[in-house]
């Protein structure tokens, strides 16, 4: 069999097809394919080996090294679930996400085991720690054991639990609308077909070398992985400090392809670039919002030989929308369109589709179409909703329905089916190329018992997307001391989750006829009084 259909076939195949070519390279070492191959097949026997059912949760939090791939595919390839957590999260967040989805084992440095460890047993599900650098390891005590990576990978070879395409193979989380991040799953064949897609449009061969720039957290940092072993191509793991170390990184690593976001390619564009990059970079990537036209111009200027792709994506459909190299110069405010093995629609809230250049909402239909929220129903309702009979491709005599990803994001295609981006339809922000919750930044404030009432909104930022702002009363009894309660916001918070600027206001703060604090008029007024300012 020649073809991928689970995950981890992406590596045994290209370990089939050329064994020693390199598929991974972290700072001074590299891992051929098949050594991954042999890593993945310990992996799989060390884990079983600790009991884990098929469709277990397997929770990574690590930064970019040889162990978190490992982890990742071997989890899928043994018939688990992998669940990768950002390594920006604070121990409060990553221990919800591991309560959330039951994780059974969780896979971490002992470096960061200690900051989890006040958090560790309100996870009830969690049976295996397994720490990648340890030399040594108190002894486990309770329900969980503490074991090392060595250890766990060194077990009598067995075979992995039997899978299906159509089974889960991760769940990513992703912040949501109610405050609390949700957990997209997403199947073997969601992954695997994405894979394929971006690969095709790319170009990606075994020639290619990625920079894995983006966290791993992400659909589109994650399918750079994907991507580049379906390829049988060199993924570069990164993680950098200043954008000045992705600059070394491309000339050092003679990379081929990069994918980021706006805000890092801002950056990058403000840089004085290595005049040698544009002769081996084939190609830049953008996804995670907008790219200033100026900035698109600048990095074009730096790098003439240099093909762009302008993306767009969701994580509940991996990636959806790409505008060719060929047409930026004519659209460069187009998201392209669909991918292939997708279908991109634009329609009306009664379903049916938008006139050209009518907005409407961007609906996502194909392989790529996840299997929605873990654990809620509600919110999985609300974005994965059955087409309409209507449906371009949906012929009468078909009886069981289709579901397909609504996006909430409002677009227009023109004549040419072309799409553009218009907005959001809800109040999540978009900054650093992270979405953020404005509800998950006011708990976090409330949290604090700093402010009396707050609210938050996004801002546009030149750098960031979106900054963003908040406005806030003081406790009762109290003052509002905005440095203190930025302060424990860089200690709960991620960085980028951080409000750029805190403003105080005499309370109580306006309210909507629902009675909830009006958001929309808050920032309205905020806005309107920096233009007039």
Same mark, same amino acid.
């Given at each position: 069999?020649?073809?991928?259909?689970?995950?981890?076939?992406?590596?045994?195949?290209?370990?089939?097809?050329?064994?020693?070519?390199?598929?991974?390279?972290?700072?001074?070492?590299?891992?051929?394919?098949?050594?991954?191959?042999?890593?993945?097949?310990?992996?799989?026997?060390?884990?079983?080996?600790?009991?884990?059912?098929?469709?277990?949760?397997?929770?990574?939090?690590?930064?970019?090294?040889?162990?978190?791939?490992?982890?990742?595919?071997?989890?899928?390839?043994?018939?688990?679930?992998?669940?990768?957590?950002?390594?920006?999260?604070?121990?409060?967040?990553?221990?919800?996400?591991?309560?959330?989805?039951?994780?059974?084992?969780?896979?971490?440095?002992?470096?960061?085991?200690?900051?989890?460890?006040?958090?560790?047993?309100?996870?009830?599900?969690?049976?295996?720690?397994?720490?990648?650098?340890?030399?040594?390891?108190?002894?486990?005590?309770?329900?969980?054991?503490?074991?090392?990576?060595?250890?766990v990978l060194d077990a009598p070879a067995r075979a992995g639990h039997r899978v299906i395409d159509t089974d889960m193979a991760a769940i990513l989380y992703t912040s949501g609308s109610t405050g609390k991040p949700k957990g997209v799953v997403l199947s073997h064949r969601n992954?695997?077909?994405?894979?394929?897609?971006?690969?095709?449009?790319?170009?990606?061969?075994?020639?290619?070398?990625?920079?894995?720039?983006?966290?791993?957290?992400?659909?589109?940092?994650?399918?750079?992985?994907?991507?580049?072993?379906?390829?049988?191509?060199?993924?570069?793991?990164?993680?950098?400090?200043?954008?000045?170390?992705?600059?070394?990184?491309?000339?050092?690593?003679?990379?081929?392809?990069?994918?980021?976001?706006?805000?890092?390619?801002?950056?990058?564009?403000?840089?004085?670039?290595?005049?040698?990059?544009?002769?081996?970079?084939?190609?830049?990537?953008?996804?995670?919002?907008?790219?200033?036209?100026?900035?698109?111009?600048?990095?074009?200027?730096?790098?003439?030989?240099?093909?762009?792709?302008?993306?767009?994506?969701?994580?509940?459909?991996?990636?959806?929308?790409?505008?060719?190299?060929?047409?930026?110069?004519?659209?460069?405010?187009?998201?392209?369109?669909?991918?292939?093995?997708?279908?991109?629609?634009?329609?009306?809230?009664? &379903?049916?589709?938008?006139? @050209?250049? *009518?907005?409407? +909402?961007?609906?996502?239909?194909?392989? /790529? =179409? !996840?299997?929605?929220?873990?654990?809620?129903?509600?919110?999985?309702?609300?974005?994965?909703?059955?087409?309409p009979a209507s449906t371009p491709g949906r012929e009468a005599g078909l009886v069981l329905p289709e579901l397909a990803v609504f996006s909430g994001d409002t677009v227009r295609m023109d004549e040419e089916g072309?799409?553009?981006?218009?907005?959001?339809?809800?109040?999540?922000?978009?900054?650093? &190329?992270?979405?953020?919750? @404005?509800? *998950?930044?006011? +708990?976090?404030?409330?949290?604090?018992? /700093? =402010? !009396?009432?707050?609210?938050?909104?996004?801002?546009?930022?030149?750098?960031?997307?979106?900054?963003?702002?908040?406005?806030?009363?003081?406790?009762?009894?109290?003052?509002?001391?905005?440095?203190?309660?930025?302060?424990?916001?860089?200690?709960?918070?991620?960085?980028?989750?951080?409000?750029?600027?805190?403003?105080?206001?005499?309370?109580?703060?306006?309210?909507?006829?629902? &009675?909830?604090?009006?958001?929309?008029?808050?920032?309205? +007024?905020?806005?309107?009084?920096?233009?007039?300012?």
């Amino acid at each position: 069999m020649t073809d991928s259909f689970l995950l981890a076939d992406l590596i045994s195949r290209s370990a089939t097809r050329n064994p020693d070519a390199i598929a991974l390279a972290y700072a001074k070492h590299s891992l051929s394919y098949a050594g991954l191959q042999r890593s993945l097949d310990g992996f799989v026997s060390g884990f079983l080996g600790l009991g884990l059912q098929r469709g277990e949760r397997i929770a990574i939090y690590l930064e970019k090294r040889f162990e978190t791939v490992i982890a990742s595919f071997g989890a899928t390839a043994a018939g688990c679930v992998f669940v990768p957590l950002n390594p920006l999260l604070k121990p409060e967040q990553v221990a919800y996400i591991m309560r959330d989805c039951n994780v059974r084992a969780l896979i971490t440095s002992s470096e960061r085991l200690s900051l989890l460890a006040p958090v560790l047993e309100a996870c009830r599900d969690l049976r295996h720690v397994v720490v990648v650098n340890a030399e040594q390891l108190a002894p486990s005590a309770g329900p969980v054991s503490c074991l090392r990576w060595d250890d766990v990978l060194d077990a009598p070879a067995r075979a992995g639990h039997r899978v299906i395409d159509t089974d889960m193979a991760a769940i990513l989380y992703t912040s949501g609308s109610t405050g609390k991040p949700k957990g997209v799953v997403l199947s073997h064949r969601n992954m695997v077909a994405g894979a394929k897609s971006v690969a095709s449009y790319l170009e990606n061969t075994a020639d290619d070398t990625l920079l894995a720039a983006l966290p791993l957290s992400f659909d589109a940092g994650f399918s750079q992985l994907t991507t580049a072993f379906h390829a049988g191509a060199r993924v570069v793991l990164l993680n950098y400090l200043m954008p000045r170390d992705v600059l070394k990184s491309l000339e050092r690593e003679r990379v081929t392809g990069l994918t980021a976001v706006p805000p890092l390619y801002i950056q990058l564009a403000q840089l004085e670039w290595p005049a040698g990059i544009t002769e081996h970079l084939r190609y830049f990537a953008n996804t995670g919002g907008r790219m200033p036209r100026e900035t698109l111009g600048a990095l074009r200027a730096r790098m003439p030989k240099t093909k762009p792709y302008l993306m767009y994506g969701l994580t509940e459909a991996f990636r959806s929308t790409y505008l060719p190299p060929s047409e930026v110069d004519r659209r460069p405010d187009s998201i392209g369109k669909a991918i292939p093995n997708a279908e991109i629609l634009v329609l009306r809230e009664d &379903g049916s589709p938008c006139a @050209p250049n *009518e907005p409407g +909402e961007l609906v996502h239909r194909g392989a /790529l =179409v !996840g299997m929605g929220y873990w654990n809620d129903h509600e919110k999985t309702a609300e974005r994965y909703k059955p087409l309409p009979a209507s449906t371009p491709g949906r012929e009468a005599g078909l009886v069981l329905p289709e579901l397909a990803v609504f996006s909430g994001d409002t677009v227009r295609m023109d004549e040419e089916g072309f799409l553009y981006f218009i907005g959001r339809r809800d109040e999540m922000m978009k900054t650093s &190329g992270y979405r953020v919750s @404005p509800t *998950e930044v006011e +708990e976090v404030l409330y949290a604090t018992r /700093l =402010v !009396g009432e707050c609210v938050a909104f996004g801002v546009e930022h030149d750098t960031l997307g979106q900054a963003i702002q908040v406005i806030a009363t003081a406790p009762e009894g109290g003052q509002l001391d905005t440095a203190a309660l930025l302060a424990e916001c860089r200690k709960l918070m991620p960085a980028y989750m951080v409000p750029a600027h805190i403003d105080m206001r005499d309370g109580p703060l306006p309210r909507n006829p629902n &009675g909830k604090i009006d958001r929309k008029t808050l920032s309205t +007024e905020w806005i309107d009084r920096q233009s007039a300012s």
